[in-house]
């Protein structure tokens, strides 16, 4: 009886497991480098082995989400680049006069091809970390051909194992991306479901832990529709009644849920005051937290390939929210403006609740009623002339970074010519993974990078000391790469530790010593940390401040097209059209960078009155987008609305149009009278009408507090230089 019944949770448990991205990827790895490493080891081999596995986990870090075909096009594009870099490494790295200019001038290429594309970008970062392998390991090659062949030859045999990985499980990928779009949904849901119990003093708290995970899901959601535009831009028509067809429908679902989870029907704070019946506040928590616990479940059932079972208990949970309601209006005869937009909320948990039964049909692998056409966004190709222009300004955060970097190598690269570091090119492996973009980024990785490290040296010192066998240290190694990959978009530091034993480890056995050089490596870390940090903070520095107006008229731009795009749909009919959702999905977007701003200018040396702008800004423009999300998802046809309130929207369209135009260009923004907010009229009576009269007030006032917030830029500016530098 016990075996009957821990075999089917065994046989989940080890389902769940093989299905986790990271796990799936970390098991790719681990067999790519055992079956090199253990032949290796038994034809007393172990040097070559190593390198081997060197190009290996090159290959795995440059690696892209493609198609079959797109993915084996890059795979021999990246095996002659890292062919081409490992001999040019080899043929100069003995004269530091023509080698030093070489690395750097090399550096600053391959983080400019960024510009074109993450693919290209990832490319260029796989050249440039496979040249610095090659610079570490080349005291130890015996000859010319050695580096170049092994190396290029480990990320082949990866490249090859991953591409027939693909053949067999050519969806895989998107399955997991379209389920993290759903986890991260869960986890907005349920985190929006503590409004109804939490005292107000924590409600803007709330606010902003909404606002930091739809970073995650809007990031999610783009992730996927970028990997389904890959793999429909290969078929020769439009999917239909495959896998395809029902991952692009489970997409577009979520797409919709995301505008109602995100929207804002009545302010919580006065929810709380206004109503006092607790039981309906219960309800609709308990309402929320079912329905995110069920978006987990379909992620989970997205993610297993398994079929989708709804809850019934929502269907019973909704009634009984509605009958509480009507129950507490004929008792307690709550005003019309509180009842419309409860009402309206419970309507829009319903759409979702008829969301999640939509999906329960989508997985269960039946033939699709009918065909998925609808088209989604692709990106807009820039002109090359102009791009590469752009790219070379100093305004270029791009261009900013690989001018910082490049310095960094050159300072590193003279420090191991000058003192003759043989085995110095950590430093550049330090200062490559350390020296990000932004200042916080790289304040973030540089902790991260030496816990990390000291982590990992910590715990190879006592491994080779009781395990010194060759054959215990290979499976140390490989333990430590497999970690690594685990662990490497989840827990950095963590990563960082087992992958510094990984790379010891290597270099080690590499060179055929059994003997672990730590200290040496504990230097160059805390010398590249210091570099990165050092060009981060003096050259170009990139300050969150700086960004600020720039972003704040991104949002103002977005919202008002996001707001134009709903209207338009007053007049027209609902349209779920590739312009509204991408109206849409650039409020989000633009909501980000600013939520991001204010997530990344708390580490920087700024005066206390850019946070505070910066979390104004912030807060009320998630909130606005909140509002807006409302007014799309009940967003229909009505010629009573557009009369009433057309002449309004359209102020308001142009009152964010002016601003962020006053921003983007840096003149002085022009004066405006407040726009007139209408409070709802207490004798309309439907409850449609109600609502959007209600969201019209609450936007009209949240865009008159963020035209004068911009306004503030050009009255700081006059008088604080904020500019550490």
């Given at each position: ?37 253990l ?41 002659v ?21 070489l ?16 693919t ?86 709330l606010?902003?832990q ?20 890959r ?100 008792q ?24 999640l ?7 269960q ?5 009918e065909?998925?056409?609808v ?17 070379f ?33 950590w ?55 497999f ?5 490497i ?34 230097f ?21 401040r ?180």
């Open positions: 009886m016990p075996s009957a019944i821990t075999a089917p949770a065994l046989v989940s448990w080890l389902r769940r497991v093989f299905t986790d991205s990271h796990f799936f990827f970390a098991i790719k790895v681990l067999l790519a480098m055992a079956s090199v490493l032949p290796g080891w038994w034809l007393e081999q172990t040097p070559g082995a190593v390198t081997l596995t060197l190009g290996v986990m090159a290959g795995a870090l440059s690696e892209v989400d493609q198609g079959p075909k797109g993915r084996l096009r890059h795979l021999l594009l990246s095996l680049c890292f062919f081409i870099a490992i001999c040019l490494v080899t043929l100069t790295i003995d004269n530091p006069v023509l080698f030093g200019p690395l750097v001038i090399s550096a600053s290429i391959l983080i400019l091809m960024g510009a074109w594309g993450s290209v970008g990832t490319l260029g970062f796989g050249i440039l970390l496979i040249s610095l392998y090659a610079m570490q390991g080349h005291p130890d090659s015996p000859s010319f051909w050695y580096q170049p062949l092994l190396l290029t030859l480990g990320a082949a045999w990866y490249g090859l194992l991953s591409w027939v990985v693909l053949l067999i499980w050519p969806y895989k990928q998107v399955h997991e991306q379209l389920a993290q779009c759903y986890f991260s949904l869960s986890r907005y849901l349920l985190e929006k479901s503590r409004f109804f119990d939490s005292p107000d003093q924590q409600h803007q708290h606010r902003h909404l606002a930091q995970l739809n970073i995650q899901l809007v990031s999610a959601l783009e992730n996927t529709k970028q990997m389904l535009n793999r429909i831009q290969g078929q020769e028509c439009h999917p239909q009644q495959d896998e395809l067809g029902r991952l692009l429908a489970l997409y577009l679902l979520v797409q919709d849920m995301h505008e109602r989870a995100t929207s804002s029907h009545y302010s919580y704070q006065a929810l709380n005051q206004d109503l006092k019946q607790l039981d309906i506040l219960k309800g609709y928590q308990t309402l929320l937290v079912g329905l995110g616990e069920a978006c987990y479940k379909l992620g989970y059932a997205i993610l297993t390939h398994n079929a989708y079972q709804h809850p019934k208990r929502l269907t019973w949970a909704l009634s009984a929210l509605e009958d509480q309601l009507n129950y507490s209006h004929l307690q005869d709550y005003p019309l403006h509180l009842l419309s937009p409860l009402k309206y909320l419970g309507r829009n948990m319903a759409r979702l609740h008829q969301g039964v939509r999906a329960e049909s989508l997985t692998r039946q033939p699709l009623p065909a998925i056409t088209e989604l966004a692709q990106p807009k190709r820039q002109p090359f002339w102009p791009k590469l222009k752009a790219l300004h100093p305004d270029s955060l791009l261009f900013r970074h690989s001018m910082r970097l490049c310095l960094c190598f050159a300072l590193g690269y003279s420090l191991i010519a000058y003192f003759e570091l043989e085995r110095g090119y430093i550049l492996l330090t200062i490559l993974f350390v020296c990000q973009p932004s200042f916080s980024a790289t304040r973030k990785r540089l902790v991260q990078r030496i816990l990390g490290t000291i982590g990992g040296i910590l715990a190879a010192v006592p491994l080779l000391y009781f395990f010194p066998s060759i054959g215990a240290q290979l499976m140390i190694l490989l333990l430590g790469a970690i690594f990959f685990t662990q978009k989840v827990y950095y530091s963590w990563a960082v530790g087992f992958v510094t034993l990984f790379v010891l480890l290597a270099f080690n056995l590499q060179g055929g010593t059994s003997e672990l050089i730590w200290l040496p490596r504990l160059d870390t805390l010398i590249g940390c210091a570099l990165s940090f050092v060009a981060v903070w003096f050259i170009w520095p990139d300050w969150q700086r960004h600020l107006p720039r972003l704040m008229a991104d949002a103002m731009e977005a919202n008002a097209g996001y707001l134009a795009a709903i209207a338009q749909q007053f007049a027209h009919g609902r349209n779920d059209s590739l312009d509204y959702r991408q109206s849409r999905k650039q409020a989000h977007l633009a909501d980000n960078q600013l939520a991001l701003a204010w997530q990344n200018i708390r580490v920087e040396p700024v005066p206390k009155y850019w946070l505070n702008l910066c979390f104004d800004i912030a807060y009320r423009n998630h909130a606005l987008l909140s509002y807006l999300s409302t007014l799309g998802a009940h967003r229909a046809q009505s010629q009573l609305l557009q009369q009433a309130h057309g002449p309004q929207i359209e102020q308001l369209v142009s009152q964010l149009h002016v601003a962020a135009k006053a921003l983007h260009n840096e003149y002085v923004q022009p004066a405006s009278q407040p726009i007139a907010h209408h409070e709802p009229t207490l004798d309309a009576v439907d409850d449609w009408l109600i609502l959007n009269q209600q969201l019209l007030s609450h936007i009209t006032l949240l865009v008159n507090d963020l035209y004068q917030l911009a306004q503030g830029f050009q009255q700081q500016d006059a008088t604080i230089d904020a500019d550490p530098n």
